[in-house]
């Protein structure tokens, strides 16, 4: 039985159209860490099992990174991405606030130093630790202190009681994660934000390192693989099917 070529290679772009396929990665942290506002750079608590946001006598930014590359084929096109941390402490009764993603734009560490429970006031700065003033303590410095980052907000979630919480999907969390699976040697993740001024609102979120497994960051990404098969496929394969 023969086909017409155009009705055959009409069927072609049929089934590699139908061979693209949606899958998902849940993607744990790679690093973690908090810089906490102090002008020497000689807090941080890299090894610890919460990280902060927000002011509580001083200010508090958490870390996070993720390696998509290792979890996600090279290549593939982002479709959705989610944040997932668990807020472990937060002052009684107060108002829900704000925190923020910004996608940071330099590299930073995460050294052995270790502020325990509750850790909010950090604890002496490890070498490789990420720090106010610190990339890389104690040699390496952030342009800004307190950490070099886009000024656009990538994602925002009001944060409460302590519990799960949930950013994203954003147009902006898809593009932070696709550059971050295009070039993996730029995949230096987000700052997180909190209220920075007016009374004591941190939030503390618990990390990589928390001895409850449920309740680490969890990065979710939906992404494409694109067509498949026909890119693939050799030619010699697709003629021999109008023979």
Known sequence: ???????????????????????FAAVGASKDNTLYLDGTGGLSNGAGAYLFAGQAGSVRRGLLAFDVASAVPAGSTIQSVTLTLHCSRAPFLA?????????????????ASDAGDPGGTGTAAA???????HTFFPGSLWTTPGGDFDATVSASQNVGDAGTYVWGSTAQMVADVQSWLDTPA?????IVRGVEGGGSNARRFDTKENALTENRPILGIQYTTGLVGVESAPWSGVKALYR
Not at 3 to 21: D, I, K, Y
Not at 95 to 111: H, I, K, M, Q, S
Not at 186 to 190: D, H, K, L, Q
């Open 1 to 23: 039985m023969k086909f017409a070529l155009g009705t055959t290679f009409a069927c072609l772009m049929v089934l590699a159209a139908h061979a693209a396929f949606a899958d």
């Open 186 to 190: 730029t995949s230096y993740g987000w």
């Open 127 to 133: 070498p490789g630790d990420a720090t106010w003033i």
């Open 95 to 111: 108002p829900a606030v704000a925190c923020t993603l910004n996608r940071v734009l330099a590299n930073w560490g995460e050294g």
